[in-house]
């Protein structure tokens, strides 16, 4: 797993210092990339494989998982060659019956615990939740760290959270979720990134979706570049998901261009990029479709949901 | 094995998998003429010699066009033109009229912003990215700026009596063709002189599509003239006696004969010359950041800039971190057709600024200098010169003493604020500085220390028409832009 044997754990109480105009104009140059013709396929197919199809209402019934699930799988029966999306994320009572439909099918069921959104259960129900959502099948946990020890400067207590839930996850991967809308700075979102990262996670992620602002092209910038420092330190490849406000296919493959330009071509690849949303992958469903045939079809002819 | 060593151990791939397909601005968006006429009082006429000499496209070493070559009597017929609209029309007008005639400038300029863009790239080899998203906003920006100042002189400078000079000989350069000429026509106008301006002989097709513009905007004839041709005609607006003022964007070399010429002639002149900026990382800066200004402030407009930051001088702390993830970005930076959306680094300006860049580079290579380029393919025609580092070298070298005027950076090292200091001022230039730290009182000592017009803090390469620029030392004399920009055109008296 983890190249322990050169990792030093820096000093939490010290800041990476981050320029907030100069980050945010980086971010902005890569809205400039023109992707087009087969590089635009290439990215939209590799998009969409990125996707963690997402729902997270307190009215998900097994029905409307049992729908996700399917559009998991088949994202769009009609053309074969559409791929299949990398996951589906639910609420841990919803947990076992994803895994029984999805078994087999390559799709990782993932999993939100640890009292999301807010994260202000007990410890124990939070260790408790987690255990829960791997037993009944889940292979992914995307945990939610608390923003209240983090922004009262309790360093140490959002390490040993994290490090504690790796722990219950057993063989599932962790994705932890800093919420960066409730941190405000980027040198906060930098700091919990980092906590994260040398806590254990395989995953670091945006947002709840839960909090506006969700993810954005900024902010991913900044947990792009904790990802890249500790693999530079340690020869580990952490991975990164952006999730909440991606809605459009263009957006996305700007996302893929900032990875790829600053992570390199190792990290293009759901088992260490993925977008947590709903409705894009019906906007790259579509815009896929326009690249093979030519045209655009009206949403009517995609699944919704 | 220290956590320093562990740093630039690792290495990411940029060159596989998802290259980006060319996403090119079509040039048809544009269309060139054959032939160019001189534009002498608001017409475009033959030159006298009936000679014409060719502008190529530097990316791919076609012809683009063919432009005029104004000798002698040339200049003269438009220095006439020009002092004719002074007397007769520009400076009788009612201020606010002038401002009004900018303003359309301005407008027009936005409307076919476009075009202006495509051709700029096109005459330069600059990547289009820069030409649509800095040249061509920062030009229009400049005219909308000093058009508002037009009628507003005399709160600019209370209690005096400011008036314009007369008729202003101005001489562009090749970098910027249209963004040096923005500057300088723009506060010209403003302040009610007329213009007779050269742009540089290798790019002065968007020059001479602005002058097509302003006579379409129904500017009174002769308020702007251009001439093209060879140096000597820039020399000759230096000398003529017909001129009250002289601007002057280019080399510290011609920038002499000019200042030289325009003492013995009792004219008022600015210049604006060469440059080499220290670009000064501290070891609390933050460092992603400082990449990326580092590298907008040396490959920006493939580093033909005079403010251009083309010495790092790095804190030892950071040193190797900072170097390492240099050469990770520079991997990144797409060469290649400037008219294609994705390209970062476009083509040299000219056959010789690049025999004159890779001379320093061969030089170097000879002195034992450590030279890095990044990976990239050049293409087979045009003119090109990758991203390179040199490593390793002192105040001592021609490298670091010099301009090279391309895409070039060298880097020292060194261990306090004060070394700094006295290493970015160590240089017959004064032009620009820049300082990257994320202690804000560390900028203010350090900034004051170094004798530059222009010091940008956490950022590079940033312009603004409200901004005075220019130089201390042989970087130039007097101030464009802002207020300040205002009165080298005027004749202040109490």
Redesign the interface.
Do not use: C
């Given at each position: 797993m983890q190249n322990t044997k050169?990792m030093?754990i820096p000093d939490f109480k010290l800041t990476v210092?981050?320029?907030q105009?100069?980050?945010e104009?980086?971010a902005a140059r890569f809205r400039?990339?023109?992707?087009?013709?087969?590089?635009?396929l290439?990215?939209l197919k590799?998009a969409l494989q990125m996707v963690d199809l997402t729902t997270l209402e307190g009215m998900d019934s097994p029905g409307k998982v049992r729908q996700l699930c399917n559009k998991a799988m088949y994202p769009y029966e009609a053309d074969p060659d559409i791929p299949k999306v990398a996951a589906i994320c639910v609420y841990p009572n919803r947990v076992r019956l994803a895994a029984e439909i999805l078994k087999g099918s390559g799709v990782h069921v993932a999993s939100v615990a640890t009292s999301f959104p807010s994260g202000m259960g007990t410890l124990e129900s939070r260790i408790e939740e987690v255990k829960y959502a791997v037993d009944e099948g889940a292979d992914e946990i995307d945990m939610v760290i608390s923003r209240w020890a983090f922004l009262k400067g309790e360093y140490n207590y959002v390490f040993d959270e994290v490090a504690t839930f790796k722990e219950a996850c057993g063989p599932a991967h962790l994705k932890v979720i800093l919420e960066t809308g409730e941190l405000e700075t980027y040198e906060n979102v930098r700091k919990a990134s980092d906590i994260a990262i040398y806590a254990g996670a395989d995953f670091i992620k945006t947002s709840t979706g839960k909090i506006s602002p969700a993810a954005t092209m900024p902010v991913t910038l900044v947990m792009l570049?904790a990802i890249?420092?500790y693999?530079?330190?340690?020869?580990s490849k952490i991975g990164m998901k952006p999730a909440g406000g991606i809605r459009d296919a263009k957006t996305a493959l700007h996302y893929?261009?900032m990875v790829?330009?600053t992570?390199?071509?190792?990290w293009?690849t759901p088992d260490l990029f993925r977008f947590g949303a709903s409705s894009l992958a019906n906007d790259l469903l579509m815009q896929i479709i326009k690249q093979k045939t030519g045209q655009y079809q009206s949403p009517d002819y995609f699944s919704i949901g | 094995?220290s956590?320093k060593e562990?740093?630039?151990?690792?290495n990411?791939?940029?060159?596989?998998?998802?290259?980006?397909?060319?996403?090119p601005e079509s040039p048809d968006y544009v269309k060139i003429e054959e032939q160019y006429n001189l534009f002498i009082d608001g017409k475009f006429q033959e030159p006298a010699s009936g000679r014409y000499f060719e502008t190529i496209n530097p990316a791919n070493e076609k012809l683009l066009s063919r432009v005029a070559r104004a000798d002698k009597s040339d200049l003269d017929k438009a220095v006439a033109a020009a002092r004719k609209a002074y007397e007769g029309v520009w400076s009788k007008m009612p201020a606010k009229e002038r401002g009004k005639y900018i303003y359309r400038i301005a407008r027009l300029l936005q409307e076919r912003a476009r075009e202006f863009a495509i051709l700029e790239s096109m005459d330069t080899g600059k990547p289009i990215?820069e030409s649509r998203?800095v040249d061509i906003p920062i030009v229009i920006a400049h005219f909308f700026y000093y058009a508002g100042w037009a009628d507003k002189l005399k709160y600019a400078f209370p209690g005096v009596d400011p008036r314009p000079l007369g008729v202003a000989g101005q001489i562009i350069p090749w970098n910027f063709p249209l963004l040096m000429a923005a500057w300088k026509i723009a506060p010209a106008l403003a302040t009610g002189n007329t213009v007779v301006i050269k742009p540089a002989s290798s790019t002065p097709l968007t020059l001479l599509r602005l002058g097509e513009l302003i006579r379409d905007a129904g500017l009174p004839d002769g308020v702007v003239n251009i001439v093209t041709g060879p140096g000597e005609i820039g020399n000759a607006i230096a000398n003529h006696p017909g001129i009250d003022k002289i601007a002057f964007t280019g080399s510290t070399e011609i920038g002499r004969t000019i200042q030289e010429a325009s003492l013995r002639t009792g004219k008022k002149y600015t210049l604006e010359l060469g440059g080499k900026a220290a670009n000064i990382v501290f070891d609390?800066?933050?460092?992603?950041?400082a990449v990326?200004?580092i590298v907008n402030g040396i490959f920006f407009n493939q580093g033909h800039v005079c403010c251009a930051g083309s010495r790092l001088l790095v804190q030892e702390g950071v040193a190797d971190e900072l170097v390492?993830k240099l050469k990770m970005r520079m991997e990144?930076l797409i060469l290649g057709d400037p008219l294609d959306?994705?390209t970062d680094i476009g083509a040299i300006n000219s056959k010789g600024q690049l025999d004159s860049i890779l001379g320093y580079l061969t030089d170097g290579v000879e002195s034992g200098l450590q030279i890095y380029q990044t990976k990239c393919q050049l293409p087979e025609k045009g003119f090109w010169c990758p991203p390179t580092l040199v490593e390793n070298v002192s105040q001592a070298h021609r490298i670091v003493q010099e301009e090279v005027f391309g895409p070039v950076l060298t880097i020292q090292t060194f261990r306090t604020p004060e070394e700094a200091v006295s290493l970015a001022n160590n240089t017959p230039y004064g032009l620009s500085g820049g300082i990257w730290t994320?202690k804000g009182s560390k900028i203010f000592k350090v900034g004051k220390g170094i004798r530059a017009g222009v010091i940008w803090a956490?950022?590079f390469n940033k312009f603004d028409p409200t901004s005075p620029f220019g130089g201390y030392k042989e970087s130039g004399m007097g101030r464009e832009g802002g207020i300040h920009g205002l009165l080298p055109y005027l004749e202040i008296s109490q």
């Open positions: 050169n030093r210092p981050v320029d105009i100069g980050v104009e980086r400039t990339r023109s992707i087009k013709k087969e590089s635009k290439f990215a590799l570049y890249r420092d693999y530079l330190k340690t020869g893929l261009a790829k330009e992570l390199g071509a190792d293009l | 094995m956590e562990l740093t630039t151990r690792q990411l791939r940029f060159d596989e998998l998802w290259a980006y397909d060319p996403a990215r998203d609390d800066a933050p460092v992603e950041e990326e200004g390492h990144t959306k994705n994320d956490n950022t």
